[in-house]
């Protein structure tokens, strides 16, 4: 049987074997750190306690790749302006079941009413402004189209009803007309069979001759004003503070 034993050395430990050194070991500096932080570990694992370490071996660590946040470069988008039709409006139309029928176009309609046998005596006070001599139909379409700055305009009208369609430029007073014809038109079993519009203009939809009474409707469009290009300060004041 062998004879083994050990001999510490300073940071060198010598095997004997038989009265003969036969291996040299080296004792690592770090080996008591070690042991201790295996002990610590086994602590803190009993405890409930969880616990990373990393061991250096000396060799460097390739960094990981950058991580780039991309943050997207904001742009200014002119908010619409949304265009709010205002129309002077005669109460009577609605009780015949006249109405709007809105268009893309550029054209709105600002104000209708009608008359009854040519007598402007009961119109509502704001369309005395576009009454004129020679406005004296009885049984009429009247349409007239004006620019953006309130002029009249040589704008072609459309009067249309179940069946077909004519249409008239304005007369040299600005206003162009058509004759309707009275149908049988019961306003009790719904809206009248014409409509007039100003092309690519809003709709007066559901006018005619009430029971073949002489009733005239008149209406006026307008060309909507083009969208406003935004200036340097609604850009900034829309960046700031957006709608």
């Not at 009577?92 to 029928?101: F, P, Q």
């Not at 002029?151 to 162009?176: C, H, M």
Request: charged share 15%; proline share 9%.
């Amino acid at each position: 049987m062998s004879d083994v034993h050990y001999e510490h050395n300073g940071d060198v430990i010598i095997v004997w074997r038989d009265g003969t050194p036969s291996r040299y070991v080296k004792r690592r500096a770090w080996l008591p750190f070690l042991c201790g932080l295996v002990a610590i570990v086994g602590m803190l694992t009993l405890s409930g306690c969880i616990l990373t370490i990393t061991i250096s071996t000396g060799e460097t660590p390739t960094p990981a790749a950058p991580t780039v946040t991309v943050t997207p470069t904001a742009t200014y988008e002119p908010t619409p302006t949304p265009y709010v039709q205002k129309v002077l409006w005669d109460s009577r139309l609605t009780e015949l079941g006249v109405s709007i029928t809105p268009s893309s176009g550029k054209y709105r309609l600002i104000a209708a009413w009608l008359t009854k046998n040519g007598n402007w005596d009961d119109v509502p006070d704001w369309a005395h402004q576009w009454q004129l001599d020679t406005l004296g139909g009885d049984h009429h379409v009247f349409g007239r189209c004006l620019d953006a700055a309130g002029n009249p305009i040589a704008k072609t009208f459309q009067l249309s009803w179940p069946g077909g369609s004519d249409g008239r430029t304005p007369e040299a007073d600005g206003w162009a007309n058509l004759p309707m014809a009275g149908q049988n038109w019961n306003p009790a079993n719904g809206p009248g069979p014409y409509t007039w519009y100003a092309l690519n203009g809003d709709k007066l939809s559901g006018v005619g001759m009430p029971l073949n009474n002489h009733w005239s409707f008149f209406g006026v469009w307008q060309e909507q004003p083009a969208a406003k290009a935004p200036t340097l300060g609604d850009i900034i004041v829309n960046w700031f503070w957006p709608r």
